[in-house]
């Protein structure tokens, strides 16, 4: 019952930023975290950042340092700021939210397009 609708993807130059936005609504309970996914096509999802609520972060090693997730606790979105754009960047980006319980239960959004290209 909950669902995760993303915002923010484009096409941008490389070098470039954008703001990637997950709006969460529906029946928000027991939540571990939220976060991002990547997935390009013929490939596996692979983990971008997550965000516990203590405000634990994770970043995969690729994109450290130049994305950050953040998270509206009052507005139950989280974000991703994603700086210095290259072309291995570009994916199709998945917002997820896992719950808390046991065993676990993701969430997942419909993903946003992030193309980086000249």
């Known amino acids: 019952q909950v669902q995760l609708v993303e915002s923010g993807g484009g096409l941008v130059q490389p070098g470039g930023s954008l703001r990637l936005s997950c709006a969460a609504s529906?029946?928000?309970?027991?939540?571990?975290?939220m976060g991002w996914y990547r997935q390009a096509p013929g490939k596996q999802r692979e983990l971008v950042a997550t965000?516990?609520?203590?405000?634990?972060?994770n970043y995969a090693d690729s994109v450290k340092d130049r994305f950050t997730i953040s998270i509206d606790n009052t507005k139950n979105t989280v974000y991703l700021q994603i700086t210095s754009l290259k072309p291995e960047d570009t994916d199709v980006y998945y917002c997820?939210?896992?719950?808390?319980?046991?065993?676990?239960?993701?969430?997942w959004g419909q993903g946003t397009q992030v193309t980086v290209s000249s």
């Open positions: 997820n939210l896992r719950s808390r319980t046991r065993p676990s239960y993701d969430y």
């Open positions: 529906g029946s928000i309970l027991s939540v571990y975290a």
């Open positions: 965000i516990t609520s203590p405000g634990r972060t």
